[in-house]
C-alpha cells in the first residue's frame, strides 16, 4: 500500500528518503518517486522499477535537497504508469504524495479543469496538488488547510512548494501519518519503521491534523486549526528485527522467528490478564456473552479459529466478521458484547472503520489485538492487547497470525475465568500448554526437509484444495490464502464435511488435496472425508498428529507432526502450511515477499 516519507533536514535529504522509502517496500507498491527542492526548483524522479532503481536514478539526475517528499505507490486510481507515479506536481510549483483514496475527485477534477487546470494523470492525488495550487497565496500552511477542506475520503499527504524552501506540510484524515524528530531533520511517515533509520522520537497525528515542518520547527494543529501538543513516544527497536540475516526471505526467516515471537508475546502476560491497556477491573468481562471479531485476511482468520475457543473457554456466542463487510450491513444488537479488532498493523482501513461502526452503534467495550503499540486501532479502543511478534516484512502474514491467535486463546481463558467458566487449576493447564507452545512450534519447524519433498510434488500444479474441520477449517482457509498469495496456484479451503457439497466435483489426480488432520473428536469424521477423496482418485497430503494412527500409502502421503497439542492444535499445524506455500512458491520464483498486486498494509478501503 502506498508509503510516504517527507521532511525538511539539515543536509541532503535524499539518502534518508530513500532509506525510508526501502523501509515501506514492504507494504507492496507498483512504483516509486522522490522529489526535492534544489536550486529554486522542484526536482523529482520517478520509476515503476523498484526504490534501488530510483537510488541510481536519483544519482543520475544529481538529486540533492535539504526539503523532499517520496512515495511508494500502489495503484488506485490509474495504472502503474510513471504519470501517475507519485509525487505529483502542480505546475512546477506544488509537489504532493498522498495515501488514501479522494471518494470525490471527479467532481473535482471537473471544476479545476473548468478553472484551466490540465492533468497529467488519472490519479485522485492530482486534485490535490492543484487545490493546493490553487489556494496557494504565499502561506503552503493555509494553502493546504483550505485545500484539504474540499477533500472527502481518506488521505495522509505530504506536500512542499518551490516558493517555501524550507518546509512541509503534512495532514491526514483515515490514513496513519507520523511526525519523525532526529538530529539531522524533521521528517514525516507513514509510519515509524520508515523513519527508525533518521529519528528517535515521534508524534502520531490525529484525525484532521495538519503539521506544519518549518525549517526543524513543528507546529501541529488540529481540525479546527486550533494548535495542539500531541503526545511524543520514543522509538522501540523491535529484537525481532528487520535484518534478513542468513534467510533467503522474510517470509521465511518470520516462519522461523515463530518460537520466539509467541515466546515473546507470553511473557508480557502477568497473572493471565492480557488486557494491558487500561486494565479492565476484575469482572469487567464476567457479563459478557456475545463476542463479535473484526478482521481482513489472515487476521480474519485468526478470528475465525478463535470462534471455537470463546465458545468453549468462555461459553459466549462468537462471531467473525469480515471488516469490509460488517461495516456496510445492519448492526443488530446483542447486548453484552466484546467487540475484538484483530489486526497485524493496527491501521488496515475496514477494520479501523468496522470498530468505529460498531462503537458508533453503542459497543463500547472494545478491545484491539495488535502487533503495532501505536496503531489506530489501539489508539481506538477500550483495551488493547499488544503482540509481539516484532516487525514483520513478508506481506504474507505468519508469525503475526500466529501470536494473535496466542493471544485470542488467553482472552478466551480471561472471559472464562472470569464468568467462572475456566476454572484457575484449568487455568493453569491451559498456561502450561501455552508454555510449552515454543518448543512444540520448533519441532514442527524441523519437518521442513519433509515439506520440501511436498512441495516438489505440488509446485506444477496449478490448483489445491484445503480440508480441516472445527478450528482447523480456518488453519486450511489459511494454508490455501499462503499458497495463492505467495505461490499464485489457485488454492481454495474448505471444511472437509463440505466436501460432497461441491468442491469433490474437482478432484482428480490433478487436484492435490492437503489435509489439517489433528487427533481431535473429529478425527474419524475427517478419516470418512480423507475417504471420499481417495475414493475419487485424488491425492491425499496429510498433516498428522503422531497419535492420529494415519499412515501413507497409495496415493497418501504424510507427515507426521508431533502428538497432538489440545485446543492450540491450530497453532502448530498452520506453521507446516506456512513452510509449505514458501517452498512451493521458492521453486516457481516468485517474488515472495512481495507478492503481485498485493500491499502489507491495506489503508486505503
Ligand atoms: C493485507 C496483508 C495480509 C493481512 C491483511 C490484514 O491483505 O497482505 O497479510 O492479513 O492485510 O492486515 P492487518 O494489518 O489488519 O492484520
Known sequence: MCGIVAGVSRRNIIPSLLEGLKRLEYRGYDSCGVAVLQRGEARRVRTLSRVCALEADARAA????????AHTRWATHGMPVIDNAHPIFSGEQIAVVHNGIIENHEALRQSLTEKGYEFNSQTDTEVI???????????????????????????????????????????RQGSPLVVGIGKDGVFLA?????????ASRFIYLEEGDLV?????DVQICDAQGQAVARREIAFVQHALGTELGAYRH???????????????TLATIVDLDPLQVGMPREGELADVSNLLMLGCGTSYYAALTACGWFERFA?????AEISSEYRYREHVSQGNTLVVAVSQSGETADTL???????????????????????????????AFITEAGAEVGVASTKAFTTQLVALFLLAIVIGRQRGRVSQSEAVVYMRQLAALPDALRNVLAREPEIMAWAEELYQKEHALFLGRGTHYPIALEGALKLKEISYIHAEGYPAGELKHGPLALVTDAMPVIVTAPNDVLLHKLKSNMEEVRA????????ADSDTGLKSGPGVRLIRLPAWFGPLSPVLHVVALQLLAYHVACLRGTDIDKPRNLAKSVTVE
Open 62 to 69: 544529481e538529486l540533492d535537497g535539504l526539503t523532499g517528499v
Open 129 to 171: 496538488a492543484h487545490l493546493v495550487h490553487e489556494h496557494y497565496c504565499g502561506d503552503i500552511l493555509a494553502a493546504v488547510r483550505n485545500a484539504t477542506r474540499l477533500l472527502q475520503g481518506a488521505y495522509a499527504i505530504a506536500v512542499m512548494c518551490r516558493d517555501e524552501p524550507n518546509r512541509v506540510i503534512g495532514a
Open 190 to 198: 507513514s509510519d515509524t519503521f520508515a523513519l527508525a533509520g533518521c
Open 212 to 216: 506544519d515542518i518549518n525549517g526543524l
Open 250 to 264: 522474510f517470509m521465511q526467516k518470520e516462519i522461523f522467528e515463530q518460537p520466539v515471537a509467541v515466546a515473546r
Open 315 to 319: 461459553n459466549v456466542a462468537a462471531r
Open 353 to 383: 472503520a468496522a470498530l468505529r461502526y460498531a462503537q458508533s452503534m453503542g459497543e463500547e467495550r472494545t478491545v484491539a489485538i495488535c502487533n503495532v503499540a501505536a496503531s489506530a486501532m489501539v489508539r481506538q479502543s477500550r483495551w
Open 536 to 543: 475419487r482418485g485424488g491425492r491425499l497430503f496429510v498433516l
